[in-house]
């Protein structure tokens, strides 16, 4: 019998609040319920905000007031969802950090938001997001089950370019492969976002895990992006589901809009979309979605059994990897396939 599932991949885009993004997500996240959904991806930081186009007032060796100004207005619009600066890995997910006196709960409550979400609607939801922890932002992804909430969380390892200046570097332990089982069928996912996937050893070790649901939530709009996804698929024989949000530059968040260095003109798209869905063999089963700034919900039957068969002839991780010659190890960081 196949094991088929139906996944989607929302193109949604950050809104001028947490909250009304947080909206957003729900609603979305109904809207591929109704429509027998089972597990959703949502953009690279759409929780917080992609900074794109903000250069936050920083050349070498010089800072202007007004940047640390949209800094602070940005700091204020992530997420706090109670970690640690190092990453608490299991403590966190667990729910093991202490709590202050006359709290509930660790964070802003983005956590508990997410998980009721994913349990009143039955579907997997995995966002992108930008994390406050300390002084620090990380951009990260989040996996919420709608049996067990939070499953796992990860922090991007290598900011791109500007990113640097906002986004501190996550540790490579997050790198850990989650499982679960919908509807009966096994699922081992990771994400790499955006740029990590163009890292060659960062992808080998998800591949050495046995990944067969592949998430890649990104900023990245250029036509290079689908050749990059249709590699992953075919090489690590995964689905999988690449989310990026679609924005007119009108409707970026203020903590942009509102400073002239990252003016532009209103009615051009600061980023034209493109997520899409791959097969295990590199093959398109949706085309990349462009252009379509709200309502851009992607939705496909996936067999996962395809994984499988596309093992005959290819196992990067396994019996094409020659791995009495060649051996990665990764810093803090089980390579080999999670139970």
């Known amino acids: 019998m196949p094991r088929k599932l139906r996944l989607a991949v929302s193109q949604s885009r950050t809104l001028a609040t947490l909250s009304e993004t947080l909206s957003s997500l729900a609603a979305t996240t109904r809207e591929a319920a109704a429509r027998g959904v089972d597990l959703i991806l949502f953009p690279e930081a759409f929780l917080g905000g992609y900074p794109r186009s903000c250069d936050f007032g920083a050349t070498v060796g010089s800072r202007t007031d007004q940047g640390r100004e949209q800094f602070l207005q940005y700091f204020r619009s992530c997420v706090d969802l109670g970690d640690t600066p190092k990453g608490a890995g299991d403590d966190w997910i667990e729910r093991r950090l202490p709590v202050a006196k006359g709290d509930d709960f660790r964070g802003d409550g983005t956590r508990e938001y997410l ?28 996996y919420v089950c709608p049996r067990m909430g939070c499953i796992g969380k990860r922090r991007k390892v290598m900011p791109t370019g500007s990113e640097r200046l906002v986004w501190a570097q996550g540790h490579p332990s997050t790198l850990r492969a989650v499982t679960t089982r919908i509807k009966g069928v096994k699922l081992t996912m990771a994400a790499a976002i955006c740029w990590e996937n163009m890292m060659p050893l960062l992808r080998y070790s998800l591949y050495s895990q046995n990944v067969n649901l592949w998430l890649a939530p990104t900023a990245d709009a250029r036509d290079t992006w689908l050749p990059l996804m249709r590699t992953v698929g075919n090489e690590g024989r995964c689905v999988v589901l690449s989310a990026i949000t679609c924005v007119r530059r009108r409707n970026l968040p ?28 590199g093959n398109v089963i949706m085309e990349p979605l462009l252009d379509v700034e709200d309502g851009g919900l992607l939705v496909s039957d996936v067999d996962f059994d395809d994984c499988d068969r596309g093992r005959l002839d290819l196992d990067v991780a396994g ?8 051996k990665l190890t990764v810093e803090g960081l089980d390579i080999d396939p999670p139970p």
């Open 319 to 326: 019996s094409y990897s020659r791995n009495d010659a060649f």
């Open 115 to 142: 998980e009721r979400v994913a349990k009143e609607t039955g579907v997997f939801v995995v966002t992108g997001l930008v994390e406050r922890s300390g002084g620090s932002l990380y951009c990260a992804v989040v």
């Open 254 to 281: 203020p903590w942009i809009t509102g400073f002239p260095s990252s003016a532009g003109p209103e009615k051009s798209f600061a980023c034209r979309g493109g997520s899409c869905i791959i097969g295990p063999m």
